[in-house]
């Protein structure tokens, strides 16, 4: 911004609860593009009170609906420059499909499509989605700046939110900006009136970046789409309207999010500049056609998909003008393993990388960003991750990369996340989408123009689809445990439930019966009450253990019989209502299970030396429930168990999932692991416990099992296993042969068997029967092991 280096800069104020004589939220509009509404967009305008430049670098524009929800999250628009003194600054936000009268040049965009009638906007000093989601919470947070609830909002200052908000108002400060941290006093509802740093108003002009002005509709303006790409992530046109861009169409999308691709066929020599952008048409069916020679005119955005996606370059609001048809198109930029660089994406200590220019001889997720928008090729590529139910597979084209004995690729170190893997999806809705199996083949040449989206980053929007080849995946089938071994395994059976249908049941069912060929015990995760996510307060799970053990008997296994602690309602996180758990299942005819009185939700068990050896105090029982380490979280199942005379301690857990993680593919380098805190807190407890087994019986016979949500090579994992008090015998297998789960193509672990010192002689397996497939019955593979008990002394 312009001014900014006139001014000096003032400090930043500590909180929103002391009330702002510098930056605050100066006026508040939801209704951009709604019915009867005349702008076309929503927006956020900014102003300064003060005598000084406030600088905004590093700085967002929070949006967090009037009624937050648990899955609610505050959506965040980065800043950048300044608030001159006395002046404003504008933040244009979503579009809708209606008004007429555009935004003065906005000072920032995003994306956010705020409602109309009720929501709350945050100032925030940090670029990092807020978490608090009432007025208390955010109220604590100094990272808020200033803060406007308007409608209905819960969150708000003072006594009570703005109120008048609609489709054709907007709520503000009076010019004087004054502040008392009360919303009901502060902003009143009037006309929607839009000023940006340069002191324009809707109507006033937008600032430049027209392309071309008011000349000749059909000869293309001075802006190419090189120019609104840029060489760093961000456009440095975002923000402003550009006229007859010329393009030839690449591919048009028809569902989900409407719009075209155009690529400029003559491209100039910078490779970091893309020749290729999206043209979003929000709910009109693009009236364009691929071969087309268009002129394209609209308002430049970025689209973050989520708040820590990176974003996509588009031009909405579009007019068109068709030069020509069945022109042909623009050479599509091959990927394989020469072209794709090996490193994976540059860092910058945390914080976003979307300023960073662009190296796409250095790092693939730079060169895919070198590409958005472009035609794009490859050839005879193995799948690595399954057909899902969406429409979308997971292709590698790098064959030779951290190949896994059945076609997958293996993500084997957080510094080793896998660059050939790329998402496929098809824009030709006239066709069924192959179903794919990992290891089998896209055979030929798939073309496409290639985007971006939250699930799983870069993707190609395949306009021709290579042949599908199958190569014959088949599932796994482990061999029966011997007399003398005791066969324990683990499987998450993904939100089981009485009311299920009886297909999905009875294949959960096979699995265990043939597939895992019986084992003796099997410690089952989410496992829900008898009515699933019905939230009424039913925390017991017999009918659904019932239904899944006759269907067991059914397909060939034992009569299995169960202990579990049943969860306090809605207290272990998972689907409302549903208070998954973990089971033991165990065949009584070759094992029996020790039970002691006592164990319940709240109440932790122990270990006691006595006379005849260790015990729990509680069998079955948890591990200390009342732990921070498990709040909203499964708490482990532990049981004592006896086989030929032998007492095995059996530890069934589900740890807490990675929710809230950032990805590997988004705008925050390295990206952030928050999960890992609790999991970590998880793993210590459990390890604790297991300690306290061997400090009473160093030979305590132990079993650690189930879905602990992190891999390997986590830390989660190496806190479990400190001062080796577990072995996780998942590092026993080959190297290719470690994963027990498939994500955006990486074969990868996420559930573990480990076992004390004493576990000496042992046979272990993971049978691949689900992940790798695109018709699954749960997405978790199960494992087994065969203790050879006997010799385990």
């Given at each position: 911004m ?9 400090s ?22 709604n019915s009867?509404?005349?702008?076309t967009?929503?927006?956020v305008?900014?102003g ?7 600088d905004?670098?590093?700085y ?12 609610s999250?505050w959506q ?9 003194p ?5 933040v244009?936000?979503?579009a ?19 409602s109309?009638?009720?929501g ?6 940090g ?9 208390a919470?955010?109220?604590a ?74 000349g ?7 802006v ?57 048409t929000?709910?009109?069916?693009p ?12 308002k ?30 623009p ?26 220019a662009?190296?796409?001889g250095v ?20 799948v690595v991750g399954a ?6 597979l ?22 080793q996340?896998?660059?050939?893997r ?5 824009l030709?809705t ?16 798939t ?6 989206s ?8 395949a ?14 089938v482990?061999r ?7 066969a ?5 059976v993904?939100?089981l439930?009485?009311l299920?249908?009886?297909e ?15 084992p ?8 829900q ?9 039913t ?14 008997r059914a ?7 169960w202990?579990?602690?049943?969860p306090?309602?809605n207290?272990?996180g998972g ?11 165990f065949?009584p ?9 006592g164990?319940d939700?709240v ?42 005379g ?9 740890f807490?999932?990675k929710?809230?993680?950032q990805?590997?593919h ?11 805190t609790?999991?970590?807190a ?7 416990f297991?300690?306290s087994?061997?400090?009473a019986?160093?030979n305590?016979k ?12 986590s ?14 015998l998942?590092?026993t ?21 480990l ?7 042992y ?9 790798e497939f695109?018709d ?18």
């Amino acid at each position: 911004m312009g001014v900014a280096s006139a001014f000096a800069i003032t400090s930043l104020p500590a909180a929103y609860a002391t009330p702002s004589a510098t930056a605050v939220i100066a006026e508040v509009y939801g209704g951009g593009g709604n019915s009867g509404a005349t702008l076309t967009r929503d927006f956020v305008e900014l102003g300064n009170a003060g005598s000084a430049a406030y600088d905004l670098a590093g700085y967002s524009v929070q949006y967090l609906p009037g009624a937050p929800s648990a899955s609610s999250l505050w959506q965040v628009t980065a800043l950048s420059g300044a608030v001159a003194p006395g002046g404003r600054f504008l933040v244009a936000e979503a579009a809708g499909t209606g008004g007429s009268t555009a935004l003065p040049t906005a000072d920032a965009t995003g994306s956010v499509a705020m409602s109309a009638t009720s929501g709350t906007i945050a100032l925030v000093s940090g670029t990092t989605a807020l978490t608090c989601k009432t007025a208390a919470d955010c109220a604590a947070d100094g990272r808020i700046v200033d803060l406007v609830g308007y409608g209905s909002a819960l969150v708000r200052e003072g006594s009570g939110p703005a109120t008048g908000a609609s489709n054709t108002a907007a709520v503000a400060r009076s010019a004087a900006l004054g502040d008392t941290d009360d919303n009901a006093v502060d902003l009143s509802a009037g006309t929607p009136s839009p000023v940006n740093s340069a002191g324009q108003t809707s109507g006033s002009g937008d600032g430049g970046g027209d392309g071309g002005g008011d000349g000749d509709p059909t000869t293309p303006g001075t802006v190419r789409v090189r120019d609104i790409q840029g060489t760093t992530r961000l456009s440095p046109l975002a923000g402003q309207t550009v006229s007859r861009v010329p393009g030839i169409v690449t591919g048009v999308r028809t569902s989900g999010s409407k719009g075209y691709w155009i690529q400029d066929p003559t491209a100039d020599a910078d490779s970091r500049t893309s020749e290729g952008v999206f043209v979003y048409t929000g709910s009109a069916t693009p009236t364009v056609a691929v071969g087309d020679s268009v002129l394209v005119g609209g308002k430049v955005s970025e689209y973050y998909p989520s708040s820590t996606s990176q974003s996509v370059t588009e031009l909405t609001a579009p007019t068109v003008t068709v030069l020509s048809g069945g022109n042909a198109l623009p050479a599509a930029v091959a990927l394989n393993a020469a072209d794709v660089p090996a490193a994976y994406i540059p860092t910058a200590g945390g914080g976003s990388i979307e300023s960073l220019a662009l190296e796409p001889g250095v790092y693939a997720q730079d060169f895919y960003e070198s590409t958005e928008g472009m035609r794009v090729a490859f050839s005879d590529a193995r799948v690595v991750g399954a057909s899902d139910a969406y429409g979308e597979l997971w292709v590698t084209v790098k064959p030779d990369e951290n190949a896994t004995t059945r076609g997958g690729t293996l993500y084997s170190s957080y510094d080793q996340p896998n660059t050939g893997r790329l998402e496929v999806m098809s824009l030709d809705t006239t066709t069924s989408f192959p179903s794919a199996d990992v290891g089998d083949e896209l055979s030929g040449t798939t073309t496409g123009p290639l985007d971006y989206s939250t699930y799983g980053g870069y993707n190609v929007q395949a306009t021709q689809l290579g042949t599908l080849v199958d190569n014959g995946l088949k599932q796994e089938v482990t061999r029966r445990q011997k007399s003398d071994e005791l066969a324990v395994a683990t499987y998450n059976v993904e939100n089981l439930d009485a009311l299920d249908a009886q297909e999905k049941i009875d294949r959960l069912a096979h699995g265990v019966a043939v597939n895992l060929n019986s084992p003796d015990v099997v410690a089952l995760e989410e496992i829900q009450d008898d009515n699933g996510a019905t939230n009424d307060g039913t925390v017991t799970s017999e009918a659904t253990l019932k239904r899944f053990t006759d269907a067991i008997r059914a397909a060939g296994g034992p009569r299995y019989q169960w202990r579990y602690i049943a969860p306090t309602d809605n207290q272990d996180g998972g689907e409302p209502g549903g208070n998954i758990r973990q089971v033991f299942l165990f065949n009584p005819k070759r094992v029996s299970f020790t039970d002691r009185a006592g164990g319940d939700a709240v109440t932790a068990t122990s270990v006691v030396k006595t006379r005849k050896g260790v015990q729990l105090t509680a069998s079955p029982g948890r591990i200390d429930p009342a732990s921070d380490a498990w709040d909203n979280s499964r708490k482990p199942l532990v049981g004592e168990f006896v086989f030929h005379g032998e007492t095995v301690f059996v530890i069934a857990n589900h740890f807490t999932s990675k929710g809230g993680d950032q990805p590997l593919h988004g705008r925050y380098q390295p990206p952030s692991r928050s999960s890992e805190t609790q999991r970590q807190a998880q793993a210590a407890e459990v390890n604790s416990f297991v300690k306290s087994l061997l400090a009473a019986d160093k030979n305590a016979k132990t079993v650690v099992l189930g879905d602990l949500n992190d891999y390997e090579f986590s830390q989660t994992v190496t806190t479990l296993t400190a001062d080796k008090v577990l072995k996780p015998l998942i590092t026993t297998l080959p190297a290719a042969e470690r994963y027990t789960y498939v994500y955006d193509g990486n074969s990868q672990t996420l559930d573990h068997i480990l076992t004390s010192p004493a576990v000496t002689h042992y046979d272990y397996d993971v049978v691949h029967i689900n992940a790798e497939f695109a018709d699954q019955a749960s997405d978790h593979d199960p494992q087994v092991v065969r203790i050879d008990v006997s010799r385990c002394r």
